[in-house]
């Protein structure tokens, strides 16, 4: 077989909707499993609705995919130009071809299709065997010159020897029209492959621009983790068969294959993604971690007076790593790492000076400071433990009481490696202010 080549072909006319993210993956996926080449290709001719940031959107949020192409806008390659808008005189001599062979005439200022008449099969590689005729003419080429979507499309597949075409349920009524454009012109049918549509969250019908969680841009903003996103855009509509769902993409690329794409549309599920996210973020190495999540706290205006050193900054996304749900959690998670202007927490407190002495138990820790190892969480634990034992209390008495002076709440990441992290002279401050105030 020769080398598939297949294409993902936007319209730059409004923000990168999850369908289009998905099916721009789902042909990616196929091309690098197969060695083939992803095109991209830019269908812009609709020119009172393009848009060069819409078009800017597109590149971005591909390569913050993953999705690299090898031929399109940017990349170049030998069948360029990759924007339709750019093509006027290919399709005007494939318009010329069709008019030679006598299957086009001229209607109220437009240019008209002859069909053939004949049933058009194709054998979709997910669907199986589809039938249907074509029962009227249709336009090609509109009154003011321009050409539609079905004639400069196959006229781009075949330019540009697209093998395979990997597209959403929802095209697959235009198919006919394709293979007798096609056909007219003498040349092969690609592979069809139309995968299933993907449906909004609650209530029926396929998910929209307009739906919660629609848009890649959402995603991005928000501070989720692309390898998290395309991992769950893989998971709508495909299935490895053994009930997996983290995986590597090297390893999808491995196993994607088009018969193992399921022909039942597939839910969107936001709790499902956000819940992978959080899996991914918490299996994330440091140096990405400290990095993915600096780059999103300054994105989000914070530090903006003043940025925090780096190796601060760094231990504190570390010391929260595990306990974050999303990215989109940390500016409220970490703010009391860099002020000593905050409150306790009321039911926290209340709950706290319910039972035991917690101001005594907290001046036990505070005298022991002076003499305490900070070097790490197995020496700041083995502190605890040892007062504990002196006390004759649990370590819970010195752990949530200290938690509550030292952060204002009573919830948080590890406390031991919150006594390390924020240093001996910040724990003795704000121990002491809660033993004055609290």
């Known amino acids: 077989m020769s080398q598939v080549r297949v294409r993902f072909a936007p319209s730059p006319t409004g923000f990168f909707h999850i369908g289009s993210a998905r099916t721009a993956l789902f042909n990616w996926l196929y091309a690098r499993h197969t060695g083939g080449v992803f095109i991209l290709r830019v269908e812009d001719t609709d020119q009172s609705r393009n848009s060069e940031e819409f078009l800017n959107l597109i590149y971005n949020s591909l390569r913050w995919l993953g999705l690299d192409w090898d031929e399109g806008p940017q990349a170049g390659g030998v069948f360029g130009p990759y924007r339709q808008s750019e093509r006027g005189h290919i399709y005007k001599d494939y318009l010329e071809r069709l008019k030679a062979s006598g299957r086009t005439y001229e209607k109220d200022g437009a240019t008209l299709f002859r069909i053939s008449g004949q049933p058009q099969v194709i054998e979709d590689a997910i669907r199986g065997r589809v039938e249907r005729t074509e029962e009227k003419d249709f336009v090609i080429v509109r009154s003011d010159g321009n050409p539609v979507f079905h004639f400069v499309n196959v006229v781009d597949d075949i330019a540009m020897q697209v093998t395979h075409v990997i597209r959403g349920e929802d095209h697959l009524s235009n198919t006919s029209k394709h293979t007798e454009l096609f056909k007219a012109f003498g040349a092969p049918l690609p592979v069809y492959a139309h995968i299933p549509l993907i449906l909004k969250q609650n209530g029926p019908g396929k998910m929209s621009k307009r739906d919660q969680g629609a848009l890649i841009e959402e995603y991005q903003k928000r501070g989720f983790l692309p390898e998290a996103l395309v991992n769950f855009l893989c998971l709508l509509g495909w299935s490895p068969k053994d009930d997996r769902e983290k995986l590597p993409i090297a390893e999808i690329v491995k196993l994607f294959d088009l018969p193992g794409v399921n022909q039942s549309n597939a839910r969107f599920d936001e709790k499902k993604l956000s819940h992978m996210n959080m899996v991914y973020l918490h299996a994330l190495e440091p140096d990405r971690c400290f990095s993915f999540a600096r780059d999103y706290l300054y994105s989000q205006g914070l530090f903006a007076a003043a940025r925090p050193e780096d190796a601060y900054l760094r231990e504190v996304i570390l010391l929260c790593q595990p306990k974050l749900r999303a990215f989109e959690d940390l500016p409220g998670f970490i703010g009391y790492f860099f002020t ?82 924020l240093g001996r002279e910040r724990v003795s401050r704000r121990l002491e202010r809660f033993l004055a105030t609290a």
């Open 340 to 421: 000593e202007d905050f409150s306790y927490d009321a039911k926290a407190r209340e709950k706290i000076f319910s039972k035991g002495d917690p101001k005594a138990r907290v001046g036990e820790l505070l005298a022991a400071l002076p003499e305490a190892d900070f070097s790490s969480d197995a020496t700041l634990e083995a502190l605890v433990q040892a007062l504990a034992a002196t006390h004759a209390v649990a370590t819970g008495d010195y752990i949530h009481p200290s938690r509550l002076a030292l952060s204002g709440g009573s919830v948080g990441p590890s406390f031991y490696g919150l006594l390390r992290v």
